[in-house]
């Protein structure tokens, strides 16, 4: 049988099967043996294979994984070495973000597309709570929507709570599996409560002996909303992390800056402080934004950033 992980304890997954059955399963011994450096070998929105234990008509096991289209990786803090796998087959990235109670700042959302970019998955900035702007907050937003709409990112200005609004999200989510993630407060979870509200997906919950007593890692968890449209929540997550990206690779996630990487004085620029640099001279004449061009610098100098 095929079905969808959409939640993980560490050794249980639930497992969203096509007649919407929610099952829950163990692994099967050998991909624990894989020397995948990963935590944990199965993820939310994995499509995975499962069969019935031969030696009992309760237990299901996971007995493979479909190939991924994609995955969303973060380094464990436990086993700096290892990866801890957070959702895998993502078709759209959704940032939330507020301008009011509280304010998105620039930086955070260019961190977000940057992360976006690395994994080649398209986001979505979702500017919410416009029921709150005054004419000035407005016209912040639609400069920033102009601005990212430049370099080819869409984003949707909305309130969690018009229902028109929430109908035109779910337009745009329609088909897609897509990962919710923002600061607390922006209304997150007001949000993925609109969406999932009348699903009685709920998964059975299973005491778990590895997990008693130890502090349990924040789990991404995944909801149907139609047929074949997915909403991975995030909690805890506030911001994916920027993984494994190198320096002197950090300006091909800038999509403005991709295509001009190639005619700076110095091969090895890195746009930061060279002559004849051709990001700083597309700043100058404002085809690289200076927000843009100043989250680039401070992602360059946060080492942090890039662990
Ligand atoms: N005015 C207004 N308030 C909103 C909107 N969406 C959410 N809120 C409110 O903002 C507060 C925070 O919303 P949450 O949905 O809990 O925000 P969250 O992003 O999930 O934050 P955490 O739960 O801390 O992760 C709540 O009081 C919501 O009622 C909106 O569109 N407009
Ligand atoms: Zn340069």
Known sequence: MKG???????????????????????????????????????????????????????????????????????????????????????????????????????????????????????????????DLWDE??????????????????????????????????????????????????VGKSTLLNKLTGNITQKTQEVSDFANKGVHTTTFAEMFEIEKNTFVIDTPGIKELALAEIEEEELSHYFPEMRELIGQCKYHNCTHTHEPGCAIVEALNNGKVPASRYNSYLSMYDDEDNRR
């Not at 944990?40 to 996971?62: A, K």
């Open 4 to 130: 969808r992980v959409i939640k993980s304890t560490g050794s249980w997954y639930s497992v969203l099967l096509e007649n919407k059955e929610v099952v829950n399963c163990r692994l099967r011994g050998k991909f624990k043996l894989d020397k995948q450096k990963v935590t944990n070998p199965v993820t939310v929105g994995d499509w995975v294979e499962i069969l019935v234990e031969p030696s009992s008509d309760t237990e299901y096991i996971i007995t493979d994984i479909y190939p991924r289209d994609n995955y969303i990786i973060r380094k464990s803090p436990k086993k700096l070495a290892y990866g801890h796998l957070l959702a895998s087959n993502i078709d759209l990235a959704v940032l939330v973000a507020s301008v009011v109670y509280p304010k998105t700042s620039t930086g955070f959302i260019d961190r977000f597309l940057v992360t976006a970019e690395a994994y080649r998955i398209p986001s979505l900035i979702l500017f919410n709570k416009k």
């Open 136 to 185: 000035e907050a407005r016209s912040f937003v639609e400069e920033m929507v102009n601005t990212y709409k430049s370099i080819g990112y869409s984003s949707l200005i909305m309130s969690s709570f018009n229902d028109v609004d929430i109908q035109k999200l779910r337009e745009v989510l329609h088909g897609k599996t897509s990962l919710f993630s923002g600061h607390s407060g």
